[in-house]
């Protein structure tokens, strides 16, 4: 099973970037990387994806390393409402399928 | 885009008794559906996966007896905690994925509490 290591928690000032690192050295070629957040008390909310290139959309920018062993999420501009676990995820197949394997995941708060 | 609902909310039960938490894809189909357990301050643990018409997948350590698991539609799986028991306290979630938009991985629900007094 491809695993993910991240910081335990992280700390960011409000409207500066927040810079979240994954590391998956086992990743295989064709398995994605997804982060998704936690907010307390609520269900995951998917963030962003990727394989091979940089991704971003509303939420967020992947940029994902060239030997693909490491990740790192972008929040431009982190409110306060960015205050959350982020959960870096490998796919795990499981026969024709996947699953969602979840770490311990970053705690990231935002300070005024 | 995809929406999952899971009810109840919370629920708080009687020791014994036995709950059923409900997992809906409102506006898409779902052959699998997953079910985790979260503890305070914890990451989320994958209990089982949920497969539309055929038994569920049980994960290791998991007890299929005391969690029921059924499927019985493309749009709802059902988590029946049999015989409750206060350390069955737990924040319970379902996932589903939309075969259409299955790169964007899984649509979670927003839980359940569950308290077993």
């Known amino acids: 099973d491809a695993k993910t290591t991240q910081p335990t928690s992280m700390d960011c000032a409000e409207g500066r970037a927040a810079n979240l690192p994954c590391n998956h050295s086992?990743?295989?070629?064709?398995?994605?990387v997804y982060w998704y957040r936690q907010i307390h008390s609520q269900g995951p909310q998917y963030i962003i994806h990727?394989?091979?290139n940089n991704e971003t959309n509303e939420m967020a920018s992947l940029i994902i390393t060239e030997d693909r062993k490491s990740s790192t999420l972008i929040l431009p501009h982190a409110t306060l409402r960015d205050t959350a676990v982020y959960y870096c995820?490998?796919?795990?197949?499981?026969?024709?399928?996947?699953?969602?394997?979840f770490g311990a995941g970053t705690r990231l708060f935002v300070k005024a | 885009g995809a929406v999952v609902s899971q009810h109840p909310s919370r629920v708080i039960c009687k020791s014994g008794t036995s709950v059923k938490i409900e997992c809906r894809s409102l506006?898409?189909?779902?052959?699998?559906m997953f079910w985790y357990r979260q503890f305070p301050k914890k990451s989320l643990m994958l209990m089982a996966t949920?497969?539309?018409?055929?038994?569920?997948?049980?994960e290791q350590g998991v007890e299929k007896d005391k969690f029921l698991i059924n499927h019985a539609s493309l749009t709802l799986s059902t988590l029946t905690v049999t015989s409750a028991h206060p350390e069955d306290s737990s924040f319970y979630i379902c996932s589903a994925r939309e075969m259409a938009r299955w790169e964007y991985g899984y649509t979670f629900g927003s839980g359940t509490r569950l308290t077993v007094v």
């Open positions: 086992t990743i295989s070629g064709n398995e994605y």
């Open positions: 506006d898409f189909q779902a052959t699998t």
């Open positions: 995820i490998v796919r795990v197949r499981i026969g024709g399928g996947f699953k969602t394997i």
């Open positions: 990727g394989l091979k």
């Open positions: 949920s497969n539309e018409g055929s038994k569920a997948t049980y």
